[in-house]
């Protein structure tokens, strides 16, 4: 029978790295803004997993629409946002439906 001496000692004679429990990197959100008919960062960097909000803060309605239509914000109105998961490692060229010369790339590594 252990007392609670014995477990004590059992637990502090561990190596310190037993006693960490391994934790995955929580996701993050980015933000691309549509303004002044561009994407703004045009380039975006981002982790496996990580989300990113597109928010409209121009006058005209704009989208991000992937160059191979695997994702579409859909139209989004001044002031209006959506956000897209990108689960995969990749490189994500979108545009906007309505303004061709309005162009991003999503980096995922």
């Not at 934790?23 to 960062?41: D, G, I, K, L």
């Not at 994500?92 to 162009?103: L, P």
Request: net charge positive; with cysteine; hydrophobic share 40%.
């Amino acid at each position: 029978m252990l007392t609670r001496r014995h477990t004590l000692k059992a637990i502090f004679s561990l190596p310190a790295f037993a006693l960490l429990t391994p934790q995955s990197a929580a996701a993050a959100q980015h933000t691309v803004r549509m303004q002044s008919m561009r994407f703004s960062p045009s380039q975006l960097r981002i982790k496996a997993g990580d989300t990113v909000l597109f928010e409209n803060k121009g006058t005209m309605e704009h989208t991000a629409t992937a160059r191979d239509d695997s994702w579409d914000t859909g139209n989004l109105r001044r002031g209006k946002s959506a956000s897209i998961t990108f689960p995969d490692k990749g490189q994500f060229k979108y545009v906007c439906r309505w303004h061709g010369s309005m162009t991003g790339t999503i980096i995922v590594e």
